[in-house]
């Protein structure tokens, strides 16, 4: 059961057991108050009678609580000068761990755990370890699959005590875990985890381009989830959850089903009326870069990469060449970039290799034929729609954050409905660019923005408008319209040019 860097912690707990102990610690005390309670309420005679229903998964349980506190207890010791020289907080992980697989094993033999007294197992053991039944075995399954996939390392944004982030470790994944509160309610970390809040995330962290997964274990239903998959820019997630129900926000099952597809779906044991199961899923058009190229060579020419799609054809070609990669690969993920920039580019020429039955490492050239070619026309488009604004921004607060980023004198038509009776914001914006090469920029500054002047978790999106495009098509739109009529607050209108030429030059 342990191993030999966990021995000490081992040898204390097994003399705790034999003394024991098990009973008497905080935890399990007040694991057996509650299962008193509930036995009342079920007419048993008290809550260990409760426990006779699946005797050794409620052994495991007790022996997990009665771990938490020799933790805690011989953390304190650590600190305060009594244990020394003893690599503490990586055995007590281990130990942990394996406590963890021996609960889980015990309730999987069993058929589950007992829903007499689940709940309340579930809510202590939640503070002090995971909430998901994720396992071992579940570990090994996310490893083989990521190593498919080519990816070392996993990022683990919300990982409380970090339980996890240590089964993954253990299967020879680079796990980085992060939480805002390191340990969560019960204050104990199992794997190193560093305080970091997703709201001041700003890409600090320098990930290897498609070598990188994002894991997340019941997220909250909040926007933490849908704030982590924008900051961190994984094109892999591994999920462990229920169906939808009880996790995530809107949003964030909004993004999975229009940008990520699945690849991997196991249901595993849960708690009862739980149905969690492990997924993993992948960015759409992220294949040919976790799939079709090796890591290792590519690791050398990440700066190919960054550059596309703004470096030339010529100048990719000559690159990969230099990696020795095929024609075919490099059509791909031209052809991939290319769909994946927001807004689109114009199509890239075709790039053909020089004969045929050439090996993949024959050199790279673009045909004379597309070179000469005329350049397609460029997208012309320059209406947008800014999704997810806080509803207590004004009219005005929007011009000035557009103005504050960069985009002074750069848009011309601003509409941001109102809600008539609250004076409200509806959460959404339609912004007319004046040229559509500042739409890039744009779209780059917003899509993901959170850094709001008032406090809000919404995370801004941007999509384009439609069907209208341009000032004039929406100033023509809404000359006649209801929203124009005198009565109307002037905060509450929209392309009156008059009311621009004034709001345009605060």
């Given amino acids: 059961m342990w191993t030999d860097g966990s021995e000490v912690v081992a040898s204390v707990f097994r003399a705790r057991l034999g003394t024991g102990d098990l009973l008497r610690t905080s935890r399990t005390f007040t694991f057996l108050n509650l299962l008193d309670r509930r036995a009342q309420n079920l007419e048993f005679a008290s809550g260990l009678d409760l426990l006779k229903n699946g005797e ?9 609580l009665n771990f938490a506190d020799l933790a805690q207890a011989m953390l304190e010791a650590e600190s305060a000068g009594s244990l020394q020289h003893l690599d503490l907080p990586e055995q007590l992980g281990r130990c942990a761990a394996s406590l963890w697989d021996r609960f889980v094993e015990a309730a999987q033999i069993n058929g589950g755990v007992p829903e007499t007294w689940a709940s309340i197992a579930r809510n202590l053991l939640a503070n002090d370890y995971a909430f998901a039944l994720f396992s071992c075995a579940e570990a090994k399954i996310v490893q083989r699959q990521l190593s498919k996939l080519h990816i070392e390392m996993i990022i683990d944004p919300m990982a409380g005590s970090g339980l996890h982030g240590r089964l993954l470790a253990q299967e020879g994944l680079q796990v980085h875990c992060m939480d805002a509160m ?24 320098i990930l290897p381009p498609g070598r990188c997964a994002l894991f997340m274990s019941w997220p909250p239903r909040s926007e933490a989830a849908q704030m982590a998959l924008r900051s961190f820019g994984c094109d892999v997630l591994v999920l462990v959850a229920d169906e939808g129900s009880w996790h995530g926000s809107q949003s964030f099952h909004q993004e999975l089903q229009d940008h990520w597809e699945e690849i991997l779906r196991q249901p595993i044991l849960c708690w009862p009326r739980q149905g969690d199961t492990l997924r993993i899923l992948r960015k759409k058009g992220a294949l040919i870069r976790l799939k079709s190229c090796n890591p290792r060579v590519l690791e050398k020419h990440v700066e190919v990469f960054e550059a596309l799609p703004a470096i030339s054809a010529a100048a990719a070609a000559a690159a990969f ?15 991939e970039q290319q769909r994946d920039t927001v807004p689109e580019a114009s199509p890239l020429p075709s790039l053909k290799p020089t004969g045929q039955g050439q090996s993949s490492g024959s050199p790279l050239v673009i045909s004379v034929a597309d070179a000469l070619a005329p350049a397609k026309p ?27 980023e960069g985009f002074k004198g750069k848009f011309d ?28 920029q744009f779209w780059k500054t917003f899509d993901g923005f959170t850094k709001w002047v008032l406090p809000s978790s919404k995370v ?34 929209s392309g009156d040019p008059m009311l621009w030429q004034l709001l345009l030059k605060t």
């Fill in 56 to 64: 050794s998964v409620a052994s495991a349980a007790q022996q997990l």
């Fill in 321 to 335: 060449d230099a990696a020795g990669l095929s024609p075919d690969f490099l059509q791909n993920l031209l052809q």
């Fill in 378 to 404: 460029r997208d012309t488009r320059t209406t947008v729609m800014l999704r997810n604004l806080p509803n207590n921004y004004t009219r005005l607060m929007v011009v000035n954050l557009l103005n504050q």
């Fill in 460 to 493: 801004c999106q941007v999509s384009w408008s439609g069907p209208h495009q341009g000032q004039a098509a929406h100033v023509e739109r809404y000359r006649s319209s209801p929203i124009m009529h005198s009565s109307v607050p002037d905060e509450c209108k």
């Fill in 182 to 205: 390191p340990g969560g309610a019960g204050g104990i970390c199992w794997y190193p985890v560093q305080r970091h809040y997703l709201s001041h995330c700003n890409n600090e962290m």
């Fill in 413 to 440: 038509f601003l509409y941001l409905p109102i809600d008539f009776r609250s004076k409200a914001g509806l959460g959404y914006a339609f912004v007319n660019l004046c040229d559509p090469s500042f739409v890039q």
